[in-house]
């Protein structure tokens, strides 16, 4: 089993910046894909990002391009997730989630209890 814990959540201002980070610990496997997805109230579960256990093959919606940088440090098992020019529109909780299909789809892989994000006007 894979076990995945968010931090770096919280209350901040619209035009802020927050960075999220997810640890994994367990059986993650040597070749794997890591994300993030998040969800707004009454809204559906979106994947925002994502990244390979080699760092490769970087991917963003729309909704967060050129706002939203993903990283991942293999020595510390971290995924990261650096959100600046953060808006009211990016208030939800954040989810990492972990697949060694190399797929991130909601219902699959590992997730962890999510961080929630709320941004102020």
Not at 17 to 37: D, E, K, N, P, Q
Request: proline letters at 2%; glycine letters at 14%.
């Amino acid at each position: 089993q894979v076990q995945l814990v968010e931090s770096g959540g919280g209350l901040v201002q619209a035009g802020g910046s927050l960075r999220l980070s997810c640890v994994a610990s367990g059986r993650t496997g040597t070749i794997y894909r890591m994300g993030w997805f998040r969800q707004a109230p009454g809204k559906e579960r979106e994947l925002i990002a994502g990244i390979n256990w080699s760092g490769s093959n970087i991917a963003y919606a729309d909704s967060v391009k050129g706002r939203f940088t993903i990283s991942r440090d293999d020595a510390k098992n971290t995924v990261y997730l650096q959100m600046n020019s953060l808006k009211p529109e990016d208030t939800a909780v954040y989810y990492c989630v972990l697949d060694r299909t190399l797929r991130l789809r909601i219902g699959a892989g590992f997730w962890g209890p999510g961080t929630q994000v709320t941004v102020s006007s």
